[in-house]
T-cell receptor
Framework: AQKITQTQPGMFVQEKEAVTLDCTYD???????LFWYKQPSSGEMIFLIY??????QNATEGRYSLNFQKARKSANLVISASQLGDSAMYFC?????????????FGKGTLLTVNP | NAGVTQTPKFRILKIGQSMTLQCTQD?????MYWYRQDPGMGLKLIYY???????DKGEVPNGYNVSRSTTEDFPLRLELAAPSQTSVYFC?????????????FGPGTRLTVL
């Protein structure tokens, strides 16, 4: 069965600095997708970035980039130039490919606090 | 587009009561999902649907029922509310046509069962 592990319950970063949020995954399926979602205190789930298992390059979306190390089964989120509005819970999630593309498996999340 | 909308935003139920959580999406997505999020945890899949008239169980379906009569709507029914169903409920939708099949979430319904 697939599994997502986020080992950092909480992280602190100074405004304007970069921060890396860790995510490791476990699956034997060669086809999968990895997602990062942001959940601010207001509660909604906001999609940030996606990485496919066959993608050759690391995904980037503005200040977000995904450090994908397939051999190590890690998909860390890097936020550059942190802003106060980045303070939120961040969830890593995985979806298996093929016919089972209905389920996202979520990690427990990391609470990021950006200090001024 | 409004995206995924959910009603109500908050609800308090007594043990044994029933209610329906509403979910509507206007993105013409075929796939829809219901998740629950317990305090300090990630989301867990309750039920999902790959199209109108087709539903299936997720990871934690006990105590819930769903129906999908239209592409847009995917209501979640709680028949006999229990304190263990106190949680935040999220509806999501996605389109399998895209390469990423990204799931887009509604704002959530916070349910308390007393």
């Amino acid at each position: 069965a697939q599994k997502i592990t986020q080992t950092q319950p909480g992280m602190f970063v100074q405004e304007k600095e970069a921060v890396t949020l860790d995510c490791t995954y476990d699956t034997s399926d060669p086809s999968y997708g990895l997602f990062w979602y942001k959940q601010p205190s207001s509660g909604e789930m906001i999609f940030l970035i996606y990485q496919g298992s066959y993608d050759q390059q690391n995904a980037t979306e503005g200040r977000y980039s995904l450090n994908f190390q397939k051999a190590r089964k890690s998909a860390n989120l890097v936020i550059s130039a942190s802003q106060l509005g980045d303070s939120a819970m961040y969830f890593c999630a995985m979806k298996l490919g093929g016919g089972s593309n209905y389920k996202l498996t979520f990690g427990k999340g990391t609470l990021l606090t950006v200090n001024p | 587009n409004a995206g995924v909308t959910q009603t109500p935003k908050f609800r308090i139920l007594k043990i044994g009561q029933s209610m329906t959580l509403q979910c509507t999406q206007d993105m013409n997505h075929n796939y829809m999902y219901w998740y629950r999020q317990d305090p300090g945890m990630g989301l867990k899949l309750i039920y999902y649907s790959v199209g109108a008239g087709i539903t299936d169980k997720g990871e934690v379906p006990n105590g819930y029922n769903v129906s999908r009569s239209t592409t847009e709507d995917f209501p979640l029914r709680l028949e006999l509310a229990a304190p263990s169903q106190t949680s935040v409920y999220f509806c999501a939708s996605s389109s399998p046509r895209g390469a990423t099949d990204t799931q887009y979430f509604g704002p959530g319904t916070r349910l308390t069962v007393l």
